[in-house]
């Protein structure tokens, strides 16, 4: 038997809980961090204050209830911590939440079938029932690939967290007329250092949360240092362009033709053109990720954004003697952000045109419209030259260069599919494309049709 008052040591994990909470709302304020996983593992603690203090102030009298009540708060509280450690690098999911919550309840009714036995299996079965959680979130920590070190420390310390609980749940299935308080070396050292690890758990919370803001950051930086690259290069070109051109017009305006004069304009007026677009899309884009542009979603007329932008390229139409179409009715109806859904459109019916060949067709459908997730998805489709497979998915990556030469020469350099794809996941839509070379590209869009 070891000389300590189990009681006394669950007042005091009490509160070391309150200085944990007291951390990470510091951490919170600090950082701005807006993660639903920091408010659920703040939850978790906050519940493990109430459980800590309940059993600290026990009787010696056994009630059913009450057991029932504690075992629950305590199989929720390693839950909440294990998902929150699991899950830390991914985006919070309320949906896939929920569909764990399953695991904490599952466990609860189980073991509420052990209230009315003897203290010594209600040990081993909670126990045993908290280190196969604390095992499984190891395993995930220790095998899953894309881990940090500290991620992989983390795994460590819930294994032996896991192993610390096997031996409690041994030493309650081994001893005859065990007491919750019981200071059995047995019992009592693998609770110890449960406590000590579980003080642990959090600082290695916030050293991944750091870890993985770190990376985040660089990865970002190494982004954008070379996307500003590829905008430089691109933005050079046009521009040379425009100032050959300018002094070609300028120093031989009395020895040039009508004809190559026509000519000149004409590739002068293309050239602006772009060289407007690329910038265009480049402040949209810049000031998007500086949170200079707001969203604010409402109730838009997609129909009515369509037709607006459709009237914008009338005369690219005509001079290149396409079809466009807009084959869906007028009462289809989203919830987005007006100036970024404009930009969206704008932005695929000038690349449908650019890509499709003198005397083509293009038309914007409406694919389906899912009255279960409350989606809509459109299209906009041509019959123009195609797009490799393997250039469907880099168009939206910020890193990868795609620029294709347009049916008439028309340059591009693949910033207005990024810049609908950050538009679009703002706006908690999708986008992809399909596309075979030569028989034409469908680039589709979901979006909310109502506030979700």
Known sequence: MIDIDVKTLFVFTAAANIFIIALFATYVKLYKVKNPIINIFMLSRLLGIIFLIMLSLRDGTPNQLGIIINTTINIFIVFYEIYCISFIERKFDSKHFKRFLLIPLFFSIALSFFSAVSVSERITAVSLSVSIMYAFTAYILLTEKGKTKIQFLTGYILAMVSLALFIRALGAFFEVGVKMASTNYMLILPLIFFLILNLVIPLL??????????????????????FFSIIAHDLRGPFGGLQQIGELLWLNKNKISDEKREKLTKVLYQNSKNTFNLLDNLLKWASANAGLISYKPCKLNLHKIALNNMRLFNSQVRFKNLGLSCNFESELFIYADFDMIDTVIRNLISNAI??????????????????????????????????????????????????????????GTGLGLKLCKEFLTINKGTIWIESNENRGTGVFISLPIENK
């Open 354 to 411: 650019k890509f499709t060949p003198n005397g083509g067709k293009i038309e914007i459908v409406l694919e389906k419209v899912d009255k279960t997730n409350n989606t809509c998805t459109i299209a906009v489709i041509d019959n123009g030259i195609g797009m490799p497979k393997d250039s469907q998915l880099k168009v939206f990556e910020i890193d990868a260069t795609v620029s294709t030469l347009g049916t008439n020469e028309e340059t």
């Open 205 to 226: 919370l916030i050293f991944i949360l750091k870890e993985k803001d770190n990376l985040k950051l660089s990865e970002l930086n190494k982004s954008k240092d070379k």
